[in-house]
Nanobody, 122 residues
Framework: QVQLVESGGGLVQAGGSLRLSCTAS????????MGWYRQAPGKQRELVAA???????NYADSVKGRFTISRDSAKNTVYLQMNSLKPEDTAVYYC????????????????WGQGTQVTVSS
């Protein structure tokens, strides 16, 4: 199974920055996408940003121009640089990897990190 280890959450004032990291276990047969979702209290989990294996990226409208997703393929690590943070960015952020762990799997599966809290104070 794919294991994901997240880091980088915390408390920051509005306008500040944070960088999240998520490292997936090694020896994954193929990774389709790596990305970040978030879930605020009382709300559904939503996509923040994702990066596809070819390098294309996708962002939620609410974070475009402020957040940047990047990936280090050699390290199986995805980053989320969050700038100009707003109180409405406060949420638990979850790393997501869609991958085939072994060649035996015909379809990719979704794997989730444990979540890291991001709190933005006004």
């Amino acid at each position: 199974q794919v294991q994901l280890v997240e880091s980088g959450g915390g408390l920051v004032q509005a306008g500040g920055s944070l960088r999240l990291s998520c490292t997936a276990s090694p020896n994954i047969f193929s990774i389709n996408t790596m990305g970040w979702y978030r879930q605020a209290p009382g709300k559904q989990r939503e996509l923040v940003a994702a990066i596809i294996s070819g390098g294309s990226t996708n962002y939620a409208d609410s974070v475009k121009g402020r957040f940047t997703i990047s990936r280090d393929s050699a390290k199986n690590t995805v980053y989320l640089q969050m700038n100009s943070l707003k109180p409405e960015d406060t949420a638990v952020y979850y790393c997501n990897v869609r991958a085939r762990y072994t060649i035996i799997e015909r379809q990719p599966n979704d794997y989730w990190g444990q979540g890291t809290q991001v709190t933005v104070s006004s």
